[in-house]
């Protein structure tokens, strides 16, 4: 196995720290801020794993499962505002 120097990379972020932020840190005010550190993840790894390389294969089918996932989640949270704004309205304001 091959070990890379991850120090060169200026947008480090990992599944541990993001698990941090999420869970104990509360530091993800937006799903936008989640998205751009997964987003770093995919990227640092494309950059540092040649094409050929299985990390490069399964960073494909993640980065695929998480567009998935976060459409998902906008759409559920569209249709939660949406009632949100509804009932409102149906209260008087």
């Known amino acids: 196995m091959i070990f890379i120097d991850f120090s060169r990379c200026t947008l480090r972020v990992d599944l541990a720290t993001m698990e941090r932020k999420l869970l104990v840190d509360n530091a993800y005010e937006t799903l936008q801020a989640f998205i751009v550190d997964c987003t770093k993840i995919f990227d640092n790894a ?39 704004q509804r009932s409102e309205l149906g209260n008087g304001y």
């Open 46 to 84: 494309r950059y540092y794993n040649p094409k050929e390389n299985v990390v490069s294969a399964c960073v494909e089918v993640f980065e695929k499962f998480f567009i998935e996932s976060v459409q998902g989640v906008r759409t559920e949270l569209a249709e939660l505002m949406h009632k949100r």
